[in-house]
C-alpha cells in the first residue's frame, strides 16, 4: 500500500521560505517520479517540481523555476520542496504526488491525468 508522509507548509509572508517534506513508501514501480501539485478553490490542480528517485532529474513548472527546488533522500524515499521568494500567488493546497516515471516528466507533471497516487495535502499560505 502506498503511504506518504507530509509535513510543513503553513503561513508566511510574502518573499518568505517554507519547506514542504514528503515521505513516501509501498511502491512497486521500478522507477518512480515523486513531487508536488498545488490547488487552489476553483480551479484545477498544477503541477509545480518533480523529482526522479533513481535518477536524480528534476522537472519545475515555469512559476517555480528559480525559487523553488526539490531534492530527496532517497534512503529515506523522502522528496523536499524548498520555496523562496513567496508570493501570495503561491497560496494553495500542495500535494505530494507519485507516478511512475514511462513518460517525459513536463509530460507527467502537466496535468494531474498522470498521477497515480496523492497525498492528502498541506495548506500553504503567503501573506502579502
Known amino acids: 500500500e502506498v503511504q506518504f508522509v507530509e509535513s510543513g507548509g503553513g503561513l508566511v509572508q510574502a518573499g518568505g521560505s517554507l519547506i514542504v517534506s514528503c515521505a513516501a513508501s509501498g511502491f512497486t514501480f521500478a522507477d518512480v517520479v515523486i513531487g508536488w501539485f498545488r490547488q487552489v478553490p476553483g480551479k484545477e490542480r498544477e503541477g509545480v517540481s518533480c523529482?526522479?528517485?533513481?535518477?536524480?532529474?528534476?522537472y519545475y513548472a515555469d512559476h517555480a523555476k528559480g525559487r523553488f527546488t526539490i531534492s530527496s533522500d532517497n534512503a529515506r524515499k523522502t522528496v523536499f520542496l524548498q520555496m523562496n521568494s513567496l508570493e501570495p500567488e503561491d497560496t494553495a493546497v500542495y500535494f505530494c504526488?507519485?507516478?511512475?516515471?514511462?513518460?517525459?516528466?513536463?509530460?507527467?507533471?502537466?496535468?494531474?491525468?498522470?498521477?497515480?497516487?496523492w497525498g492528502q495535502g498541506t495548506q500553504v499560505t503567503v501573506s502579502s
Open positions: 504526488a507519485a507516478a511512475e516515471y514511462d513518460k517525459p516528466m513536463p509530460v507527467l507533471w502537466t496535468g494531474a491525468q498522470s498521477i497515480e497516487y
Open positions: 523529482i526522479s528517485l533513481s535518477e536524480g532529474s528534476t
